[in-house]
Every structure is written in C-alpha cells, then in structure tokens.
T-cell receptor, first 111, second 114 residues
Framework: GQQVMQIPQYQHVQEGEDFTTYCNSS?????IQWYKQRPGGHPVFLIQ?????EVKKQKRLTFQFGEAKKNSSLHITATQTTDVGTYFC???????????FGGGTRVLVKP | DTEVTQTPKHLVMGMTNKKSLKCEQH?????MYWYKQKAKKPPELMFV???????INESVPSRFSPECPNSSLLNLHLHALQPEDSALYLC?????????????FGPGTRLTVL
C-alpha cells in the first residue's frame, strides 16, 4: 500500500534559524496537504499542493511539491517559538479516496 | 461557525462498559471522519461518512461502531474495548469527502481503557 514518510522525525531549531522538513511517498500523489498540530492540540490544515513543481508561500512558510509528485517539502524561515508543534504531510495516491498521513516532524524551538 | 466540537473531552472506561463519543459541525460539510491517534504518531483513519453514508471503513474492529444520524452529527459507539484502544479520538469534517478537501479537526476525546 501507499506509504508516506517524513524526515526528520525531530527537528531542534534555534530561534531565528531556518529549517526544512521533507515528505516522501512510495507512489505518485494526486495532491498533498500539510497540517500542524500544536502540543496538546489537534491537526490544523495549512495548505494543499496539487500541481507538479508547485510552490506556495504563507508568510515564513514555503511549501513545495516535487516535479514527479512523489515528494514535498516545508521550509520555515526565521523560526519562532510559535512554530513549535508537529507538522504532518498527507497525500492521496492515484487510487482510492483517502489521505495517508506521514509520520510527522516534531519541531522544538530553542529560544 | 468554523468549529468541530467533540464530547466528552476525556473518557475513562472499563473493558465491559459501553460508551459513545459525539462530534458535531455546523459548517454545512457533508463528510465526517473518525481518526485514532496514539501518542507521537500520526492520525490513523478509521471511518468516513459521506452524505450520511459510510464510505470508508479501514477494517476497524467491530467493538467500534460509527453512526451518522445526520450530516452535522457523528457518533462513535464503544463496547468491550481493550487497553490498547486508549488513544486520542479525533473527529474531522470536510466539504464533500474527497481527498482534496481541507479537513477540519475537532479537539478530540482522550480515551483511557482500564
């Protein structure tokens, strides 16, 4: 079945620094979504990417969908303490109608 | 109203108990979902209702029984659970139930099975 993997599992970042988290699928995806879950909270939708090579920005967050639609990345610039949480990617394969979540990247920010 | 509500927030039950989790949304969404999330793991899809019909059942044990009385309400009936069923149960809703919909999650019910 479809597998979605995220690396790294954990990301310790100094406040003000940049970092990138990666999402890789075993199959071609028709779309990919990113969610953020704060500690003790619930997943909150951030963005959806649909087109090959698509890049979208939300303030300090940049999301990219790979040309082959098998990977995606989330880049955060000038990390702030409000960026703490777990970032999940979730993708839909060619078959079926459900999202498969990656394992998540847990982000910890050092002030 | 862009909120999904879930009750109760916390639930402790014995293995012989019967309990229900409730979820409600008033965004006019026609799809509702149940997810199970263990600590430090991603949400794991259990059931999807689309237009009040069960469209996806991810081979969930029969001790979990979903019910969708109408498009705004979703219940999860629990019976004879095991301690390994202890987890955060998340409800979500989306516009129509396609995998391109943005999903709106509720705050979850933290379930402990003794």
């Amino acid at each position: 079945g479809q597998q979605v993997m995220q690396i790294p599992q954990y990301q310790h970042v100094q406040e003000g620094e940049d970092f990138t988290t990666y999402c890789n699928s075993s199959t071609t995806l028709s779309n990919i979504q990113w969610y953020k879950q704060r500690p003790g909270g619930h997943p909150v939708f951030l963005i959806q990417l649909v087109k090959s090579g698509e890049v979208k920005k939300q303030k300090r967050l940049t999301f990219q969908f790979g040309e082959a639609k098998k990977n995606s990345s989330l880049h955060i610039t000038a990390t702030q303490t409000t960026d703490v949480g777990t970032y999940f990617c979730a993708g839909k394969g060619a078959a079926g109608n459900k999202l498969t979540f990656g394992g998540g990247t847990r982000v910890l920010v050092k002030p | 109203d862009t909120e999904v509500t879930q009750t109760p927030k916390h639930l402790v039950m014995g293995m012989t108990n019967k309990k229900s989790l409730k979820c409600e949304q008033h965004m006019g969404h026609r799809a509702m979902y149940w997810y199970k999330q263990k600590a430090k793991k991603p949400p794991e899809l259990m059931f999807v209702y689309s237009y009040e019909k069960l469209s996806i059942n991810e081979s969930v044990p029969s001790r979990f029984s979903p019910e969708c009385p109408n498009s705004s309400l979703l219940n999860l009936h629990l019976h004879a659970l095991q301690p390994e069923d202890s987890a955060l149960y998340l409800c979500a809703s989306s516009l129509t139930g396609t995998a391109r919909d943005e999903q709106f999650f509720g705050p979850g019910t933290r379930l402990t099975v003794l």
